[in-house]
């Protein structure tokens, strides 16, 4: 087997961290980044149909994102650079709704996130630069973006600013400026926060 699997991961059920076996030398290293088989063998049998990669510069912060109506399960892992990877779950009926995890993923530990659907997801670069690279098992649909504010007191993420910045110095897209609160998401699905 070419992967272990920590599942999960902070008593949340389904979520994983996965770390690959790496075989190095002086020349450097080789592994494999996904084996449906060795998935399979530890219970996580997913069809991906869609590979995504972004780039961003330390401080960029992308989350919290969600599909509303096509949610995707996501494996997710860094090529280049730093990132602090969180979940949150919102799972109606979930004994750990509202319950988050954050991972540091990174082009040197090569640890790799698998997130199921049903959860928040987002993260945020603490290198000067990062690749992020994600499996995803249902195609994106733009008109179905959801979002929670990264910063809810409720969830209560903590996030690692990078040094020599201050949370008002993250970068964030204009739709993530404005994500909804825990307690909005709630009163709007009709759950108790």
Not at 17 to 24: D, E, L, M, Q, S
Not at 109 to 127: R, T, W
Not at 178 to 188: G, L, R
């Amino acid at each position: 087997m070419a992967i272990t699997v920590e599942k999960n991961v902070n008593g949340i059920e389904g979520l994983c961290v996965i770390t690959p076996k790496v075989f190095g030398d002086d020349r450097g290293y080789f592994m494999e980044t996904y084996n449906e088989n060795d998935m399979k063998a530890e219970g996580l049998d997913y069809v991906f149909v869609q590979d995504n990669q972004s780039a961003s510069k330390k401080g960029v912060l992308r989350g919290l994102h969600f599909q509303k109506n096509f949610p995707q399960d996501k494996l997710v892992r860094v090529i280049s650079g730093e990132v602090y990877d969180v979940a949150v779950d919102l799972r109606e009926g979930s004994p750990t709704f509202g319950k988050h995890y954050g991972i540091l993923l990174s082009a040197e530990n090569k640890k790799q996130f698998m997130i199921p659907k049903g959860f928040a997801h987002g993260f945020l670069v603490v290198s000067e630069y990062a690749e992020f690279c994600y499996k995803v098992t249902d195609f994106y649909h733009p008109n179905d973006e959801g979002g929670l504010a990264f910063d809810d007191p409720d969830i209560n993420v903590q996030w690692p600013i990078p040094e020599g910045m201050t949370k008002d110095d993250l970068i964030l897209s204009g739709k993530d400026k404005v994500n909804a609160s825990y307690k909005e998401y709630c009163k709007e699905h009709g759950v108790q926060a």
